[in-house]
């Protein structure tokens, strides 16, 4: 069998063309979408993931800026921060980078953030919402890989999508946004007895579990299509997934690469939920 590769990097490419000409369009009635990232202390890969936001906005012609603050920032300077962007009718979109620092409580900070600046999607209002089915900021990572799935045309409703992973940004979100689109879902994790007998029924295989290569050609049924969330750093300094790629090639329908598969997507669907959100207070 000869699987499709899911190029995220073309995908996103085509999106951010179409959102340049929505911009450009917005900007001639006057609204400017901007977003606002606020990035803490020095992470690496942090600050890569930040510039990566910064210059896909640029390139879409979305104005953006990053407040960096220093890991000593405390809980309430935070929040006294977030609070003045929900005030500025000029900031459409709010973004705080995570992991935050120890000191600082994460929900607190996802809790403090405007619903309606959560180009996110974390809040709980937001998450409620997408749980519910109605129209709101999607989380980035889950939003790229229905639209993956959805520009690919896979099939989704019946079929039996199984998430290797629960955390609330990718695996929980995922199998929602799944089973909005009437997949049959289930969820696996670290704890999960016997995971080949829920991998190997799977029809669409979301891997976001953060461990290189960990799916590997045993886990599938034949023709699955895979999607691969992880992004590991190997000891060459080059990035790989959660599959093994070229192990399971020759069994699957469709797969994502890494890199240039659900990363780019991450990002031009916070673009997307900018303009979102832009819109929404043009109304
Ligand atoms: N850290 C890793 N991924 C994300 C993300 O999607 N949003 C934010 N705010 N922080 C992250």
Redesign the pocket.
């Given at each position: 069998m000869s699987a499709t590769i899911i190029n995220g990097k073309e995908l996103a490419h085509k999106l951010k063309a179409e959102m340049s000409k929505e911009v450009a369009q917005m900007k001639a009635n006057g609204i400017v979408p901007h977003l606002t990232v606020i990035l803490i202390g020095d992470n690496p890969a942090?600050k890569s993931?930040v510039n990566g936001k910064r210059k896909a906005s640029t390139e879409t012609g979305i104005s953006s800026e990053v407040i960096e603050l220093p890991v000593s920032t405390t809980e309430s300077e935070l929040l006294k921060q977030i609070d003045q962007l929900n005030n500025d009718e000029a900031v459409h979109g709010i973004?705080?980078?995570?992991?935050l620092p120890d000191h600082i409580d994460e929900q607190h900070i996802i809790e403090a953030i405007s619903p309606e600046k959560d180009v996110?999607g974390?809040h709980p209002v937001n998450i409620g919402r997408m749980m519910t089915g109605q129209d709101t900021f999607l989380?980035?990572?889950p939003f790229g890989i229905l639209t993956m799935l959805k520009s690919f045309d896979v099939e989704i409703e019946g079929k039996h999508a199984v998430i290797v992973g629960r955390s609330n940004?990718v695996g929980k979100p995922v199998g929602q946004l799944l089973l909005n689109e009437n997949a049959t879902v289930t969820y696996c994790h670290s704890r999960t007895e016997s995971l080949l007998d829920y991998t190997r029924s799977a029809d669409i295989l979301i891997a976001a579990i953060g461990k290189p290569h960990f799916i590997k050609a045993e886990h599938l049924k034949k023709g699955a299509v895979v999607i691969d969330v992880g992004i590991n750093r190997q000891e060459d300094g080059k990035l790989t997934g959660d599959v093994d790629f070229d192990g399971v090639l020759d069994k699957v329908s469709y797969i994502t690469p890494v890199p240039r598969g659900v990363g780019p997507m991450?990002i031009t669907m916070?673009l997307k939920n900018t303009i979102k959100a832009a819109k929404g207070l043009a109304e």
């Open positions: 942090s993931y973004l705080v980078q995570l992991p996110d974390f989380p980035c990572t940004i991450t916070l």
